[in-house]
C-alpha cells in the first residue's frame, strides 16, 4: 500500500513495500510479501493477524533482530527517522537499538537472563546505551545504577533498590514483564516494540501492564507498535490498527473505524470471533479453515480459501482501496463488505 | 550459600565412608586368609590362630572396621612390600606429582577449551567450526601414549625445545617440601630456576594428557552455547543493544559453563587416576605408575592407599564443582 502519508507529521517509522522470506529444508517460505504502514510521532498503532501471520517477523525485521541465514530480506525500506534499517549496518543498528527503538516480548519468563541479577542486567543495558554518546555525556556505573533504581520505580515496581539485587526467578510474571519494559524505556526510546507483552500473563496484570505502557507513552511520547492477536489489547492502547494476512497487510484504519466498519472479510471474521459480554455465545463464530502454506501462498488475495465472498476474480491480486481518510483496505469485495455492515 | 555448602560438605562426609567401606571389604575378601598369609605356607593351625589374634582378625567385623578407619586416621595405612616404605610416605612423595601434573593440564584444557567451544558454537558450520571439531574428533580418538612418544620424539628430541621426561633435573635440589606441590614450593621458596625448570618439564606430559579433557570440554561447550544463544534472553540482550562481544563472552557463557563446569570435573577426576600412561611415556614420579607396580607385584596396601586417595580426591574435586554451580547460578544455591 504505498498511498499517500495518512497525515502530514513525516512519519517516525515508515515500512515500506517489505518482503522477507526464509530458506527453509522444504523451499523458500515468503514469510512477508509487500508489508507498507507508517507509524506518526506518538502514535500507537496495534499489528493483528493470526499465529504465523508476520506480526512478529515484521517487528523483530525494524529491529534487524533475524538471524540471516535463514531469513532473507527480498525487497523493500524499513524507515527509521530516515534511516533505512535495512541497510544501516550492525554497528549502526546497535546503537538505535536501546537509544531510540526498544522491544519488549512475549514471555517475561524467558527474556531475563537467569543467572544475573535484575540490577546487573538493567545497569549493563544502560551503560550499552552510552556508548552511542559523546564521551563527556556518558553515564558512569553509579549513575547507571541510580537510573536504573529510577526506571523500576518508573514501572511501579515496589522496592526499586531491593529489586535489583534480587534474580529473575524471585520475581513473578508481572514484575518481570516490568523490569524488561524498564530496561526498554531505560534509553528514551522514540519508539517502542510490544511483541504481545501480555499474552503471558494473568489477565489481571494484563491489564495492569496494558496501563502501564499507556501511562508511560504519554510520559515519554512514545509510539508504540503493539503486536498481538488479542483485539481487546488494541481497543485499549491503541490509536491505529493495521491487520495482517498470511504475510500481508490487508487492513489498515483507525480503531473506532476498524470496530464500526471493517471492511475486510478477514477483519470481520476476527471481529466476529471476540467473545463480547452482550451477546449470546452462540454467535460467536470462527474463521473456518487455516493460513495457508507460504511455501507456496496462494495466487491472488491469499485469504480466498477460506473467504465466503470470494469469487473469480479474487485469483487476481486485490486492489489497494482508500475508503475512508483513515481507512485502506486490500480486497476486492471491500465495498460489499463494508455495506453489509453499515 | 554457606547452608549450601555445608550441606554439600555433609553428604561428602558420608560418601567418604560409603568409600572407606568398599576399600575395607575388599580387603576382607582377597587374599583369602591374611592371617594364614602372614604366618607364611609352613604354619600350623595354632600360629595361624596367633597371628589372627595379633592382627585383630578373630574380632567382629564392625570392630575391625573401626581400627580400620583409626588406623587410616593415624597415618598408619600400611606398609608396601616392592618400596619397603610406609604407603602413606610414598602416597606423600607420588600424589602431589600427579595432583601438579593433572591440576596443569586441566588447565590447559580450560584455557583452550573454552574459548574453542565458543568459537565453535558463533561460527556454526563454518570452516572454523570445522577444524576445531577435527581437533576434538582427533583428541578423543588418539591414544595418549602414542601422543606422548610423538611429541618427545619432535619436541624433545629433534627441535630439543623441552627434555624427554622426569620431574626435574637429576641434579637438581628439589625444594623444601612445604605443600608437597614441587612447584609452588619452589616458588614459595624464591627458587624461580628450579620453578622454570619444572614447568619446562611438566609442558609435554601435561599437553599429552589434556587432549581427551581437551575434546570434551570443547563439544559440551559448543553444544552448551548453541543452545544459549538461541535463547529468548539473548534475543532480549541484543534487542537492548548490548555489543554482541558481551553478550557471548558473560551473557551466554556463563549459563553454558554450567554443564562445561560437569564435564571438567568429571575429567578431572578421570585423569587423576587415569595418568599411568603418560607418567610411563615421560618417567613422571606420580601415582599411577606407583599403583600400577604395586599392582603387579600384588602389594596389597600400596593399592588401597591409592585407591583411597584418588578416591577422596574424585569426591573433592565434585565437591568443588558443586559449589562453583551454587556460584554461578542463584537457583542452585537457593534450592537447598
Same mark, same amino acid.
Given at each position: 500500500?504505498?498511498? @499517500?502519508?495518512?497525515?502530514?507529521?513525516?512519519?517516525?517509522?515508515?515500512?515500506?513495500?517489505?518482503?522477507?522470506?526464509?530458506?527453509?529444508? *522444504?523451499?523458500?517460505?515468503?514469510?512477508?510479501?509487500?508489508?507498507?504502514?507508517?507509524?506518526?510521532?506518538?502514535?500507537?498503532?496495534?499489528?493483528?493477524?493470526?499465529?504465523?501471520?508476520?506480526?512478529?517477523?515484521?517487528?523483530?525485521?525494524?529491529?534487524?533482530?533475524?538471524?540471516?541465514?535463514?531469513?532473507?530480506? /527480498?525487497? =523493500?525500506?524499513?524507515?527509521?527517522?530516515?534511516?533505512?534499517?535495512?541497510?544501516? =549496518?550492525?554497528?549502526?543498528?546497535?546503537?538505535?537499538?536501546?537509544?531510540?527503538?526498544?522491544?519488549?516480548?512475549?514471555?517475561?519468563?524467558?527474556?531475563?537472563?537467569?543467572?544475573?541479577?535484575?540490577?546487573?542486567?538493567?545497569?549493563?543495558?544502560?551503560?550499552?546505551?552510552?556508548?552511542?554518546?559523546?564521551?563527556?555525556?556518558?553515564?558512569? /556505573?553509579?549513575?547507571?545504577?541510580?537510573?536504573?533504581?529510577?526506571?523500576?520505580?518508573?514501572?511501579?515496581?515496589?522496592?526499586?533498590? /531491593?529489586?535489583?539485587?534480587?534474580?529473575?526467578? %524471585?520475581?513473578?510474571?508481572?514484575?518481570?514483564?516490568?523490569?524488561?519494559?524498564?530496561?526498554?524505556?531505560?534509553?528514551?526510546?522514540?519508539?517502542?516494540?510490544?511483541?504481545?507483552?501480555?499474552?503471558?500473563?494473568?489477565?489481571?496484570? %494484563?491489564? %495492569?501492564?496494558?496501563?502501564?505502557?499507556?501511562?508511560?507513552?504519554?510520559?515519554?511520547?512514545?509510539?508504540?507498535?503493539?503486536?498481538?492477536?488479542?483485539?481487546?489489547?488494541?481497543?485499549?492502547?491503541?490509536? /491505529?490498527?493495521?491487520?495482517?494476512?498470511?504475510?500481508?497487510?490487508?487492513?489498515?484504519?483507525?480503531?473506532?473505524?476498524?470496530? *464500526?466498519? @471493517?471492511?475486510?472479510?478477514?477483519?470481520?471474521?476476527?471481529?466476529?470471533?471476540?467473545?463480547?459480554?452482550?451477546?449470546?455465545?452462540?454467535?460467536?463464530?470462527?474463521?473456518? =479453515?487455516?493460513?495457508?502454506?507460504?511455501?507456496?501462498?496462494?495466487?491472488?488475495?491469499?485469504?480466498?480459501?477460506?473467504?465466503?465472498?470470494?469469487?473469480?476474480?479474487?485469483? %487476481? @491480486?486485490?486492489?489497494?482501496?482508500?475508503?475512508?481518510?483513515?481507512?485502506?483496505?486490500?480486497?476486492?469485495?471491500?465495498?460489499?463488505?463494508?455495506?453489509?455492515?453499515? | 550459600?554457606?547452608?549450601?555448602?555445608?550441606?554439600?560438605?555433609?553428604?561428602?562426609?558420608?560418601?567418604?565412608?560409603?568409600?572407606?567401606?568398599?576399600?575395607?571389604?575388599?580387603?576382607?575378601?582377597? !587374599?583369602? #586368609?591374611?592371617?594364614?598369609?602372614?604366618?607364611?605356607?609352613?604354619?600350623?593351625?595354632?600360629?595361624?590362630?596367633? +597371628?589372627?589374634?595379633?592382627?585383630?582378625?578373630?574380632? !567382629?567385623?564392625?570392630? &575391625?572396621?573401626?581400627? +580400620?578407619?583409626?588406623?587410616?586416621?593415624?597415618?598408619?595405612?600400611?606398609?608396601?612390600?616392592?618400596?619397603?616404605?610406609?604407603?602413606?610416605?610414598?602416597?606423600?612423595? +607420588?600424589?602431589?606429582?600427579?595432583?601438579?601434573?593433572?591440576?596443569?593440564?586441566?588447565?590447559?584444557?580450560?584455557?583452550?577449551?573454552?574459548?574453542?567451544?565458543?568459537?565453535?558454537?558463533?561460527?556454526?558450520?563454518?570452516?572454523?567450526?570445522?577444524?576445531?571439531?577435527?581437533?576434538?574428533?582427533?583428541?578423543?580418538?588418539? !591414544?595418549?601414549?602414542?601422543?606422548? $612418544?610423538?611429541?618427545?620424539?619432535?619436541?624433545?628430541?629433534?627441535?630439543?625445545?623441552?627434555? $624427554?621426561?622426569?620431574?626435574?633435573?637429576?641434579?637438581?635440589?628439589?625444594?623444601?617440601?612445604?605443600?608437597? $606441590?614441587?612447584?609452588? #614450593?619452589?616458588?614459595? &621458596?624464591?627458587?624461580?630456576?628450579?620453578?622454570?625448570?619444572?614447568?619446562?618439564?611438566?609442558?609435554?606430559?601435561?599437553?599429552?594428557?589434556?587432549?581427551?579433557?581437551?575434546?570434551?570440554?570443547?563439544?559440551?561447550?559448543?553444544?552448551?552455547?548453541?543452545?544459549?544463544?538461541?535463547?529468548?534472553?539473548?534475543?532480549?540482550?541484543?534487542?537492548?543493544? $548490548?555489543?554482541?562481544?558481551?553478550?557471548?563472552?558473560?551473557?551466554?557463557?556463563?549459563?553454558?559453563?554450567?554443564?562445561?563446569?560437569?564435564?571438567?570435573?568429571?575429567?578431572?577426576?578421570?585423569?587423576?587416576?587415569?595418568?599411568?600412561?603418560?607418567?610411563?611415556?615421560?618417567?613422571?614420579?606420580?601415582?599411577?605408575? +606407583?599403583?600400577?607396580?604395586?599392582?603387579?607385584?600384588? #602389594?596389597?596396601?600400596?593399592?588401597?592407599?591409592?585407591?583411597?586417595?584418588?578416591?577422596?580426591?574424585?569426591?573433592?574435586?565434585?565437591?568443588?564443582? #558443586?559449589?562453583?554451580?551454587?556460584?554461578?547460578?542463584?537457583?542452585?544455591?537457593?534450592?537447598?
Amino acid at each position: 500500500m504505498n498511498g @499517500p502519508p495518512m497525515n502530514s507529521v513525516d512519519p517516525l517509522l515508515s515500512v515500506r513495500d517489505f518482503r522477507l522470506e526464509f530458506d527453509t529444508f *522444504d523451499g523458500v517460505y515468503q514469510a512477508i510479501d509487500g508489508v507498507s504502514f507508517d507509524v506518526a510521532p506518538g502514535e500507537s498503532i496495534g499489528i493483528v493477524g493470526e499465529t504465523g501471520c508476520g506480526k512478529s517477523v515484521t517487528a523483530r525485521s525494524i529491529m534487524g533482530l533475524l538471524p540471516s541465514p535463514p531469513a532473507r530480506v /527480498r525487497g =523493500g525500506q524499513i524507515l527509521f527517522d530516515g534511516e533505512d534499517m535495512l541497510t544501516v =549496518g550492525e554497528e549502526r543498528l546497535r546503537q538505535i537499538r536501546g537509544n531510540d527503538i526498544a522491544m519488549i516480548f512475549q514471555d517475561p519468563m524467558t527474556y531475563l537472563n537467569p543467572v544475573f541479577t535484575i540490577g546487573t542486567q538493567l545497569v549493563d543495558v544502560i551503560l550499552a546505551q552510552q556508548r552511542a554518546k559523546p564521551r563527556a555525556e556518558r553515564m558512569t /556505573r553509579r549513575d547507571a545504577r541510580d537510573h536504573a533504581v529510577e526506571m523500576l520505580r518508573k514501572v511501579n515496581l515496589p522496592n526499586p533498590e /531491593r529489586q535489583l539485587e534480587n534474580y529473575p526467578y %524471585q520475581l513473578s510474571g508481572g514484575m518481570r514483564q516490568r523490569v524488561l519494559i524498564a530496561m526498554a524505556l531505560s534509553g528514551r526510546p522514540k519508539l517502542l516494540i510490544a511483541d504481545e507483552p501480555t499474552t503471558a500473563l494473568d489477565v489481571t496484570i %494484563q491489564a %495492569q501492564i496494558l496501563d502501564l505502557i499507556d501511562e508511560l507513552r504519554a510520559d515519554f511520547g512514545l509510539s508504540v507498535v503493539m503486536i498481538t492477536h488479542d483485539l481487546g489489547v488494541v481497543a485499549s492502547v491503541c490509536d /491505529r490498527v493495521v491487520v495482517m494476512y498470511a504475510g500481508q497487510i490487508v487492513e489498515d484504519a483507525s480503531v473506532a473505524r476498524l470496530f *464500526d466498519h @471493517p471492511a475486510h472479510p478477514y477483519t470481520r471474521g476476527l471481529l466476529a470471533s471476540v467473545p463480547h459480554p452482550g451477546r449470546p455465545a452462540t454467535s460467536l463464530s470462527g474463521i473456518p =479453515g487455516s493460513l495457508p502454506n507460504l511455501l507456496d501462498p496462494p495466487s491472488g488475495c491469499r485469504f480466498h480459501g477460506r473467504c465466503a465472498l470470494a469469487g473469480d476474480d479474487c485469483l %487476481q @491480486p486485490p486492489p489497494n482501496t482508500v475508503l475512508a481518510e483513515r481507512h485502506k483496505v486490500a480486497c476486492w469485495r471491500a465495498m460489499e463488505g463494508a455495506g453489509a455492515v453499515d | 550459600m554457606l547452608r549450601f555448602t555445608l550441606k554439600r560438605a555433609v553428604l561428602m562426609v558420608f560418601m567418604l565412608l560409603g568409600l572407606l567401606a568398599i576399600t575395607f571389604t575388599i580387603s576382607h575378601i582377597a !587374599p583369602s #586368609d591374611p592371617a594364614a598369609l602372614a604366618a607364611g605356607p609352613d604354619a600350623n593351625v595354632e600360629m595361624i590362630e596367633r +597371628y589372627r589374634v595379633e592382627y585383630g582378625l578373630d574380632r !567382629p567385623v564392625y570392630e &575391625q572396621f573401626v581400627v +580400620y578407619l583409626g588406623r587410616l586416621l593415624t597415618g598408619n595405612w600400611g606398609k608396601s612390600i616392592h618400596t619397603t616404605r610406609m604407603v602413606w610416605d610414598d602416597l606423600l612423595a +607420588y600424589f602431589p606429582n600427579t595432583v601438579e601434573l593433572v591440576l596443569f593440564s586441566i588447565l590447559i584444557a580450560i584455557a583452550i577449551g573454552v574459548p574453542l567451544g565458543v568459537i565453535a558454537a558463533v561460527y556454526q558450520n563454518r570452516p572454523v567450526d570445522h577444524m576445531i571439531r577435527i581437533l576434538t574428533v582427533t583428541g578423543v580418538a588418539m !591414544p595418549m601414549f602414542w601422543l606422548g $612418544l610423538m611429541a618427545q620424539l619432535y619436541f624433545a628430541l629433534y627441535l630439543e625445545w623441552f627434555p $624427554l621426561g622426569g620431574r626435574i633435573e637429576m641434579m637438581t635440589d628439589p625444594p623444601r617440601d612445604i605443600t608437597h $606441590l614441587l612447584m609452588v #614450593d619452589a616458588l614459595l &621458596q624464591g627458587q624461580f630456576s628450579t620453578f622454570v625448570e619444572a614447568l619446562h618439564h611438566i609442558v609435554l606430559p601435561a599437553v599429552a594428557l589434556c587432549f581427551p579433557a581437551l575434546a570434551s570440554i570443547i563439544r559440551v561447550n559448543r553444544a552448551e552455547m548453541l543452545e544459549t544463544l538461541n535463547q529468548d534472553y539473548i534475543v532480549n540482550a541484543r534487542a537492548q543493544g $548490548l555489543s554482541t562481544f558481551r553478550i557471548v563472552a558473560v551473557y551466554a557463557l556463563k549459563n553454558a559453563m554450567l554443564p562445561t563446569m560437569a564435564i571438567i570435573g568429571l575429567r578431572f577426576g578421570w585423569m587423576l587416576g587415569g595418568t599411568v600412561l603418560v607418567e610411563t611415556v615421560f618417567d613422571w614420579p606420580g601415582i599411577g605408575l +606407583y599403583a600400577v607396580q604395586a599392582a603387579i607385584s600384588s #602389594d596389597f596396601e600400596p593399592i588401597m592407599g591409592a585407591t583411597i586417595v584418588l578416591g577422596f580426591f574424585f569426591m573433592m574435586t565434585n565437591f568443588l564443582i #558443586d559449589i562453583i554451580y551454587g556460584v554461578l547460578d542463584p537457583r542452585v544455591r537457593d534450592q537447598v
